[in-house]
């Protein structure tokens, strides 16, 4: 069953850690993706750009606009994910915990679903 760690991080971490730190912190989540691949676990992973590139698209009544950033109002923002396929959602908050970005983020686990309507 498909799980998603959704890592949160707080606005404004990334641009103000020096640049050894933001290499270090790579390497683990490296690391971290190979050992869940090891594990045969993984389906997917990858880092979201800043909020500073990030465009939304709102609908309303049958329109819809895109809004450009950056968007002031976030505190929190989701700096990457990891899609995995575990049996149990325990399993996933077990994964989730072992997670190095859990040391500067918090990770939020979700199961995948359909969407519904």
Known sequence: MPYMLLVMETKGRRERRPAEAAQRERE???A???NLRARGVYLASESLRSLA???RVEGQGGTSRVVDGPFTEAKELVGG???L???TREQAVALASECPAAEWASIEVREVGPCSG
């Open 28 to 30: 683990r989540m490296d």
């Open 85 to 87: 396929d575990v049996a």
């Open 32 to 34: 971290f993706a190979g």
């Open 53 to 55: 590139d990030a465009t």
């Open 81 to 83: 994910f990891f899609l």
